[in-house]
């Protein structure tokens, strides 16, 4: 049995009762998620309102990412040493007070690039320790044959709440104020954190820490272990490899479409739910990929399919062909997600999930950085559409990577 097979013979699993522990997690994920994606979608708008200057405006994408390789590791390290119901909804709790700080200063005129970067990068540092807690929270929530379609579950329902709910609504908050879409994602963050506060887990069997354990020590355990594991290792590998692209086209996307394409505002959202229904449609779909193909072969596959999409992306200057461009991109995105979220749960030690999962995401959301801020240079330099084809050459870079797991 090769790899692939190996890891994916037990891929369809089952589904994961509503009532209970699992549903109030859902709930709260999906609510967060909409006010994310409110945010998401009208910064790029108020910094593209604040400056012309494509690298600045990567820039507030770059800070978003900047603090997972600051504070990720140690992030996993205190998740798996504290109570992880307990730090989601603080976390939660304080990033609501955040937001309703900076709603409050966009609506009094005071917004600037300065303090978006400032923003980026405070919220991405609260949520390295939100969501190592969470990837090593739902474990205890549902059945280990159940975890592929938690997965999907979570993802899909927050993709819907992104893609359908949030992304369509901004236009109209916007009427409202520009402030109300900042406003908006206060409050769910304050109703996500009520939701997980009501949350009872069990909390995973620890073995007892030993005499003079650091951190430090800690989080070397969860990156030796990580290491070791062939699998995840090579996961990891092409995940950064398609952050470092994916982050350079998330960059510049709005400028993408309201510059390249000149289809404005209305085309930006138009674009955003195109991949936000994709996402949906992937979720809906990744059981029967991964019970066909195994979990393995789900991600090459998912990879191979959106090489090929991105360079439709950044050759054809139409806004309906970037549309079923992203549509299609947010299916196979989806399948990828799930498939390595499953897979580092399933594979990792449960008392070392979190310093497991921040090794993971901190060594595959390494290049994001760089890859936003190359975004915006080579938006500057070579045109607004040359980020899609950027990307499209890391992620042919990343398929390569995987083809050893596969054989």
Not at 20 to 38: K, T, Y
Request: hydrophobic residues 55%; positive net charge.
């Amino acid at each position: 049995m090769t790899t692939a097979e190996a890891v994916g013979a037990d891929a369809r699993g089952g589904a994961p009762a509503w009532r209970g522990g699992f549903g109030r997690l859902w709930s709260a994920a999906v609510v967060s998620r909409c006010g994310d994606s409110l945010r998401a979608a009208a910064m790029p708008l108020l910094a593209a309102s604040l400056t012309d200057d494509p690298l600045l405006i990567a820039s507030v994408t770059a800070c978003g990412y900047l603090p997972w390789l600051l504070f990720g590791l140690l992030g996993g390290a205190v998740a798996d040493r504290v109570d992880q119901r307990r730090a989601m909804w603080t976390v939660d709790l304080l990033r609501s007070l955040l937001m309703a700080a900076f709603a409050a200063a966009v609506a009094l005129g005071h917004a600037s690039i300065a303090l978006l970067l400032a923003l980026a990068f405070v919220l991405t540092t609260l949520q390295t320790l939100f969501d190592n807690a969470a990837t090593a929270l739902l474990p205890s929530l549902v059945k280990p044959h159940e975890l592929g379609s938690a997965n999907a579950r979570l993802m899909t329902g927050q993709q819907i709440a992104g893609g359908f709910v949030a992304t369509p609504l901004v236009p109209a908050l916007l009427l409202v104020g520009v402030a109300a879409p900042y406003a908006a994602d206060a409050a769910t963050y304050a109703l996500a954190a009520l939701l997980v506060f009501s949350l009872r887990a069990a909390a995973p069997e620890r073995a007892p820490r030993k005499t003079g354990s650091t951190l430090r020590g800690e989080i070397a355990d969860g990156i030796r272990v990580l290491a070791a594991d062939r699998v995840l290792r090579g996961l990891c590998l092409a995940t950064m490899l398609c952050n470092i692209g994916m982050s350079a086209l998330i960059a510049t996307l709005v400028l993408h479409v309201t510059g390249w394409l000149h289809a404005g505002n209305a085309g930006y959202a138009l674009v955003i739910a195109a991949y936000g229904a994709g996402s949906v449609a992937g979720g809906l779909l990744t059981g029967r990929v991964t019970a066909r193909t195994g979990r393995v072969r789900s991600v090459f596959l998912a990879g191979a399919v959106q090489i090929g999409v991105l360079v439709v992306l950044g050759t054809v200057r139409q806004l309906w062909a970037a549309t079923a461009a992203l549509l299609v991109f947010g299916v196979a995105g989806m399948v990828w997600n799930v498939s390595q979220r499953t897979l580092m749960q399933e594979r990792a030690p449960a008392d070392m999930l979190g310093r497991i999962s921040s090794a993971y995401r901190t060594l595959a959301v390494g290049g994001a950085p760089l890859g936003a801020l190359l975004g915006g240079a080579v938006a500057a330099g070579w045109g607004l559409n040359s980020p899609a084809l950027l990307a499209a050459g890391f992620f042919v870079l990343a398929v390569a990577s995987l083809s050893s797991l596969i054989n």
